[in-house]
T-cell receptor, first 114, second 111 residues
Framework: GENVEQHPSTLSVQEGDSAVIKCTYS??????FPWYKQELGKGPQLIID?????GEKKDQRIAVTLNKTAKHFSLHITETQPEDSAVYFC?????????????FGQGTTLQVKP | AAGVIQSPRHLIKEKRETATLKCYPI?????VYWYQQGPGQDPQFLIS???????DKGSIPDRFSAQQFSDYHSELNMSSLELGDSALYFC??????????FGPGTRLTVT
């Protein structure tokens, strides 16, 4: 089955710096890759996603890139702010059946220091 | 905008008891997913329903069952609870199986 690896497990940056989180997946047939932000005691919040027919997507300070050949995708956060501090999860939606179930990476704890 | 509603938010049960978790998806969403998240872990897929029919099944114990009702709300029934079942349980909903939106979760503690 699908396996998603996420790095790094923790990331500390200064406010205003950029942060990059990387994920690799194993099943080349996976076709949907969302990113979630989870704050303590809350449910995962969808922040951006990308489908396999697109190489890059941007939404204000957040961007995601996808390299299908290498089977990896990355989250880029620019001009980080203290409120960006949270756990970030990448995920992949694998076949068969494209039921939409998500296989998550292990998570990255991002700390933005003021 | 309306979000996914889960109840109860917190639940404390003893070993061997039964628990029922409820999920109310975003209106007009046709798919419901259940995930289990242990402390410091990533969410693990349990089961999903599309248009009230089970559409996929993950690492869900046989002691657990779930269904989706005619009004699209879903219930996760957990029997013979074990200490290891203590976790956060999330429900998510989507339209056409993309863009899953998660609820706030139910924290289950088994003592």
């Amino acid at each position: 089955g699908e396996n998603v690896e996420q790095h790094p497990s923790t990331l500390s940056v200064q406010e205003g710096d950029s942060a990059v989180i990387k994920c690799t997946y194993s099943d080349s047939a996976s076709n949907y890759f969302p990113w979630y932000k989870q704050e303590l005691g809350k449910g995962p919040q969808l922040i951006i996603d990308i489908r396999s027919n697109v190489g890059e997507k941007k939404d204000q300070r957040i961007a995601v890139t996808l390299n299908k050949t290498a089977k990896h995708f990355s989250l880029h956060i620019t001009e980080t702010q203290p409120e960006d501090s949270a756990v970030y999860f990448c995920a992949a939606s694998p076949p068969p059946g494209n039921t939409g179930k998500l296989i998550f990476g292990q998570g990255t704890t991002l700390q933005v220091k003021p | 905008a309306a979000g996914v509603i889960q109840s109860p938010r917190h639940l404390i049960k003893e070993k061997r008891e039964t628990a029922t978790l409820k999920c109310y998806p975003i209106p007009r969403h046709d798919t419901v997913y259940w995930y289990q998240q242990g402390p410091g872990q990533d969410p693990q897929f349990l089961i999903s329903f599309y248009e009230k029919m089970q559409s996929d099944k993950g690492s869900i114990p046989d002691r657990f069952s779930a269904q989706q009702f005619s009004d699209y709300h879903s219930e996760l029934n957990m029997s013979s609870l074990e200490l290891g079942d203590s976790a956060l349980y999330f429900c998510a909903s989507s339209l056409h199986r993309y863009e899953q939106y998660f609820g706030p979760g139910t924290r289950l503690t088994v003592t």
